[in-house]
């Protein structure tokens, strides 16, 4: 069954630097979303992604954060300048058309020291 | 979007029902409800949605109330993998918006 997936599964990175997590999404999708989960809380959505530009952003997707198909089959979140609070997992995710399931990604764990 | 309202604990005896409620007293009209679950901080699975016919598929069953107000998912034979976090979500159909919002769900143990 096709399946989002997500690199790298775990990263530590120092307070301060710039991380670049990737998604490959299911082939024929044309949503794409990022959510994050800290630790012990709810799933939050971060963007929302369609026809190369950004469709819908939550309060947290703030100027630190970037989002970038750089090519027919990458997804990719920057977080430029990362901080302590960034701790978390972030899950891709994607969808065929909009009247489709939202599939997401294992994640990618981010921990910033 | 309506708000759902979820036990946030349940416990199930591993090869019985488990049956999750969910309250969506608000519900509007074009709103569906949809379930996804959350094994162990993996990425949230879809399970069934519906609008306001019974629907089952091969993971689950769902019955919505004929005044659309509740919902219950029905696991019918509940397996120790079925422990996990379930998320009642109620949305206009995904055409008429993007994303999904998460509450705090309802968090099943199943037990041997």
């Known amino acids: 069954e096709p399946e989002v997936t997500q690199t790298p599964s775990h990263q530590v990175t120092q307070m301060g630097q710039e991380v670049i997590l990737r998604c490959v999404p299911i082939?024929?999708?044309?949503?794409f979303y990022w959510y994050r989960q800290i630790l012990g809380q709810k799933v939050e959505f971060l963007v929302s992604?369609?026809?190369?530009?950004?469709?819908?952003k939550s309060e947290i997707f703030d100027d630190q954060f970037s989002v970038e198909r750089p090519d027919g089959s990458n997804f990719t979140l920057k977080i430029r300048s990362t901080k302590l609070e960034d701790s978390a997992m972030y899950f891709c995710?994607?969808?065929?058309?909009?009247?489709?399931?939202?599939?997401f990604g294992e994640g990618s764990w981010l921990t910033v020291v | 979007d309506a708000k759902t309202t979820q036990p946030p604990s349940m416990d199930c005896a591993e090869g019985r029902a488990a049956n999750l409620p969910c309250n969506h007293s608000?519900?509007?009209?074009?709103?569906?409800v949809y379930w996804y679950r959350q094994i162990h901080s993996q990425g949230p699975q879809y399970i069934i949605h519906?609008?306001?016919n019974n629907e089952t598929n091969e993971m689950a069953s769902l019955i919505i109330t004929e005044d659309r107000k509740s919902s219950t998912l029905i696991l019918p034979h509940a397996t120790l993998r079925d422990t996990a976090v379930y998320y009642c979500?109620?949305?206009?159909?995904?055409?008429?918006?993007?994303?999904?919002?998460f509450g705090g769900g309802t968090r099943l143990m199943v037990k041997p």
């Open positions: 519906g609008l306001k």
């Open positions: 608000t519900i509007s009209g074009n709103e569906y």
């Open positions: 979500i109620v949305r206009v159909r995904l055409d008429a918006g993007n994303m999904l919002t």
């Open positions: 995710a994607s969808r065929e058309g909009k009247r489709n399931t939202i599939y």
């Open positions: 082939s024929n999708h044309l949503y």
């Open positions: 992604f369609y026809n190369n530009e950004i469709s819908e």
